[in-house]
């Protein structure tokens, strides 16, 4: 094992594209960690609200650190956003509802309801500040972080910024109150705000260095030796360089090893594979430029436990490419298996999500099933949409998408969502208008009741967190109330944060309730009828996008999974969650199917759809042919 480049690190980040072993890897760097420092005191954190730390340390995690029995060195904790925001609010409370209302028209007693709604990003911001407070107060000697999928991470990353815009806006509050005190009595007097604005920009400026610092933190990047991968891994390099976070190389897991009998019905299937992770290990090399990057082989079992993971990290090498000197096979289409998907269109469904863990095929999923309608109904028309901040679905057609829909066929289009242009318009459409509403800068009356409508421009010019949930929300609203489609398939997001999306629409609703109430009680001095006349409008269409995801005869939920312990133990949470709020799940894709592998007692509510592992050399689009054929 050659990992003792990473013995300088203090803080190792494990991130990537869903479902390539990020959980394994970290779980297993960590062992490591706690075995060769054992005077140093190791915390194993996770930071993806779908964490699957108990899975596969075989072991229960929570928000509580707790010591593994044979690595008393070695702590595990998964972050409880939830938890957290009460601690948060404990300390901090108070003195940001000071701020608040010294910067707006309201008063402390209506900023109270704020703490118990629904907050977008929550996980993200709770889990940067949670992380640097690790830091900064020496908790631990070394920290390994379990983080959410790649689109998820560059989000808690951006937070920096975000966070250190939102207190150049509260700053700005205080500085009203520091005006009003000079004013009327010739002298101020510091209180409890202006230390609680020293304090958080210390420990803000604290927290950016220590995270950014190259000598002590690395984020390590997975991947898999697939193309959607690595077209991945490339965007998410330069989205990390532009943030400023150091990288400290790339672990490519699950690689085939070349077997030494040959199976005269599993070799082409074999060879397929390797000469495709051959060839992409090759550009990972190059992508990673003097970055080292680690190869990892494909487990015979799931590395699962303290005995298998350590087996595991102890084969991570120098990655090196071996020539393949076998043929390219002739593609094999494998073959049909029963049941098939339900016909969509003929049932009259509106609009398909698809689900499940980063990584077991969601966005091929997706991309055949639209491909499969469009195919069999030529005077329907059909459109696919990305909503993952990670998108993959141009690369699972082989193409460059965009936010504005991209025709593949006469009938078929495919978009991904851009946060950016959405928010933008967000912002044109409520956004400005309601930062100057809160800030008290009114038509209706000359009288100024807060100082700085530009310290609430700055909380709305930022993109902030779980923003992308939102306006995906926002996307599909429109898209059903437009009409167009005949049927709209949805790529989501990996489980944690598809459950936050379909979760908004009760949080935005609440939020848009309590402005509301704000408005009745100040409207005498705010005016604004007609813009909240259009928040009304905004509700209810929110309610009504609510009650249609609610429908089974109009919206139909498709979980992906792959035969893994961890992949079905949190397909199973998630099949539970979505029983919880309303939504029905009757079909469930058993992707990468191989012979001998039975889901059915895990999940006996559902009709399992079996999708056999696909040919590798071959192109996107035929792939995505070649899927659409087995599902319908």
């Not at 000079?182 to 400026?205: C, E, M, N, P």
């Not at 593609?331 to 999500?353: A, C, E, I, N, Y």
Request: glycine share 6%.
């Amino acid at each position: 094992m050659t990992l003792q480049s990473f013995d300088r690190l203090q803080l190792a980040m494990f991130s990537g594209k869903g479902g390539v072993g990020k959980t394994t890897l970290a779980c297993g760097f960590a062992r490591h960690w706690a075995q060769q420092f054992p005077q140093q005191r190791t915390l194993l954190l996770s930071t993806d609200p779908a964490h699957s730390l108990g899975d596969v340390l075989q072991m229960p995690v929570s928000d509580v650190p707790r010591c593994l029995a044979e690595l008393p060195n070695l702590q595990v904790r998964a972050l409880d956003a939830a938890v957290l925001l009460q601690a948060f609010k404990a300390t901090y409370g108070e003195v940001l509802e000071l701020l608040v209302e010294r910067g707006s028209f309201v008063q402390q007693e209506d900023l109270s309801p704020v703490w118990d709604l629904g907050f977008p990003g929550l996980d993200e911001l709770m889990g940067i500040l949670e992380i640097q407070r690790i830091l900064r107060e020496h908790e631990a000697d070394r920290v390994v972080v379990d983080m959410a999928p790649s689109g998820h991470t560059l989000n808690l990353f951006g937070l920096m910024d975000v966070l250190d815009e939102f207190i150049a806006a509260l700053e700005l509050f205080q500085e009203k109150h520091r005006h009003i005190s000079r004013s009327f009595t010739g002298r101020y007097v510091a209180d409890a705000a202006d230390d609680f604005l020293q304090t958080i920009k210390a420990d803000l400026a604290n927290g950016r260095h220590l995270l950014q610092n190259q000598g002590h933190t690395a984020c390590l990047v997975v991947a898999i030796a697939e193309p959607m991968s690595l077209l991945e891994t490339k965007r998410f390099l330069q989205e990390l360089a532009q943030l400023g976070i150091p990288c400290g190389g790339l672990w490519v897991n699950r690689l085939l090893q070349q077997p030494t009998v040959k199976d005269d019905d599993l070799w082409p299937v074999i060879v397929d594979r390797i000469i495709e992770q051959q060839h992409l290990l090759t550009e990972f090399l190059v992508l990673a430029e003097a970055l080292p990057v680690y190869a990892v082989p494909l487990q015979t079992c799931e590395p699962a436990g303290g005995v298998a993971l350590d087996a595991l990290i102890a084969q991570a090498q120098r990655a090196q490419p071996v020539a393949v000197s076998e043929p390219v096979p002739a593609v094999q289409r494998p073959t049909k298996l029963l049941p098939s998907l339900p016909d969509f269109v003929t049932l009259g469904r509106r609009l398909v999500l698809i689900g499940g863990k980063g990584g077991v095929g969601k966005t091929t999923i997706a991309a055949a099933i639209a491909l499969g309608m469009a195919t069999q109904h030529t005077n329907a028309q059909i459109q696919a949409i990305s909503i993952d901040p990670a998108h993959s679905l141009g690369d699972a057609f082989g193409l460059e998408l965009g936010h504005r829909p991209i025709a593949l066929t006469p009938n078929l289009t495919a978009q991904e969502v851009d946060a950016e242009t959405m928010l933008d318009q967000f912002r044109q459409d409520y956004l400005w208008e309601l930062a100057a509403m809160m800030s008290g800068d009114s038509d209706a009356s000359d009288l100024k009741i807060a100082y700085g409508p530009e310290a609430w421009r700055k909380i709305a010019a930022q993109a902030l967190p779980g923003i992308d949930e939102m306006l995906a929300l926002i996307t599909v609203m429109e898209q059903l109330e437009a009409g167009k489609q005949d049927l709209i398939v949805l790529d989501t997001a990996p489980t944690g944060h598809l459950l936050r999306f379909l979760e908004m629409p009760t949080a935005l609703s609440d939020w848009l309730a309590w402005i509301f109430k704000l408005w009745i009680k100040y409207q005498d001095v705010l005016g604004r009828t007609e813009f909240m006349g259009r928040l009304r409008t905004l509700r209810q269409r929110v309610v009504q996008t609510q009650k249609l995801l609610k429908d089974p005869k109009y919206t139909e939920f498709i979980g992906v999974v792959q035969a893994q312990t961890a992949i079905t133990a949190e397909a199973q949470r998630l099949t539970a969650s979505l029983a919880n709020m309303g939504i029905a799940q009757a079909v469930i894709v058993h992707n990468r199917y191989e012979p001998g592998q039975d889901i059915t007692s895990l999940f006996p509510e559902q009709t399992i759809v079996r999708l056999p592992q696909l040919p590798r050399c071959v192109s996107p689009m035929e792939r995505i042919d070649i899927a659409a054929s087995l599902l319908f």
